[in-house]
């Protein structure tokens, strides 16, 4: 079985040392690869990955909204995002799905039940491509309402607009000084990403006590945003549970087999406190 992850630049990819793991501790034979391809090169790509007889891939950062045009189907819930990361090629066809979100979802399972989720009071922190996906996992989970606060505050309001659910849009500043009144702050702004460590989005430790702060970025593993909400005594949680199950939502596409995601989170944290 031939997989890989395509992106510009792509050598700083962990998918491949994660997705390898899962191909061997299940006896598939198979290869999992990062290649780099250029947005002039994308068309062409997918044409090659087709020819060679490729089972599926990941598309990242900048592909995964103009992948669509060059797929034959794109997945109901893939298409309303306009973001695709995972495709599957089958009797030379490539369908598009996103597992994004729903990866976020099942890391959240791990630290909060159902329905302390459905009746929390939840702040989405930004609304780039990785929001659009957990805005929408969440929606589709039945949360009750999703505030939305980004830099941009045109795009919060967006956002919030293409729900399902009640919904506002914020700025960052109106954000911060109502931080108090949620339960659940997700950061899925790239603030506070490696170089930029000390940069963070809100000043989380005006948190409330008990509230969970959620940062979907994993380099750092404690970002200034996680941090912070320590301070407030606040719970924690990385991007390491969303790396994890975004990636094994698209093995099981694949492979149809269930990978280890609680033996990955492990040894991807350890991964990357070697970073
Ligand atoms: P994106 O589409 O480029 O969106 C970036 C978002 O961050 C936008 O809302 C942007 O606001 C905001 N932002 C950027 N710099 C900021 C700053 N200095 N202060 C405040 N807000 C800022 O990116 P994305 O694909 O959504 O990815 C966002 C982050 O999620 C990245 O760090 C990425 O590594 C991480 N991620 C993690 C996973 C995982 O599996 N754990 C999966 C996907 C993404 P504007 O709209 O105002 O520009």
Redesign the pocket.
């Known amino acids: 079985m031939k997989l890989a992850v395509i992106g510009y630049p792509i050598r700083h990819s962990k998918s491949p040392y994660m997705h390898n793991i899962w191909l061997e501790a299940l006896n598939i034979e198979g290869q999992y690869e990062a290649i780099e391809v250029s947005p002039e090169q994308l068309e062409h790509q997918v044409k090659v990955l087709k020819e060679e007889e490729y089972s599926g891939f990941n598309v990242?950062?900048p592909h995964?909204e103009s992948i669509i045009q060059y797929l034959d189907e794109v997945d109901h819930s893939a298409e309303v995002l306009g973001a695709v990361?995972t495709v599957v090629i089958k009797n030379g066809k490539c369908t598009g799905y996103n597992t994004?979100g729903q990866?976020?979802l099942q890391?959240l399972s791990a630290v909060r039940t159902e329905v302390d989720i459905k009746q929390a009071q939840i702040l989405l922190?930004?609304?780039?491509?990785?929001?659009?996906?957990i805005a929408g996992a969440l929606a589709s989970f039945g949360v009750r309402k999703i505030s939305i606060a980004?830099?941009?505050p045109s795009?919060?309001e967006a956002l919030v607009k293409a729900q399902k659910v009640p919904g506002e849009g914020l700025d960052?500043q109106t954000a911060q000084e109502r931080l108090n009144e949620f339960d659940i702050v997700i950061?899925?702004?790239?603030?506070?990403?490696y170089p930029?460590v000390d940069?963070?989005?809100v000043d989380s430790s005006f948190m409330k006590k008990g509230a969970l702060a959620a940062d979907?970025?994993?380099?750092p593993l404690r970002t200034q945003f996680l941090k912070q909400a320590e301070s407030a005594e606040a719970d924690t949680l990385n991007?390491?549970?969303?790396?994890?199950?975004?990636?094994a939502l698209a093995f099981e596409k694949w492979t149809l087999q269930q990978p280890d995601t609680a033996d990955m989170i492990n040894k991807m944290t350890a991964l990357m406190k070697q970073e």
């Open positions: 990242t950062i995964k990361n994004d990866g976020f890391s922190l930004g609304a780039g491509g990785a929001a659009k996906g980004n830099r941009t795009k919060a960052l950061n899925t702004t790239s603030s506070g990403m930029n940069a963070a989005p979907i970025i994993y380099n991007g390491i549970g969303m790396f994890v199950w975004q990636g």
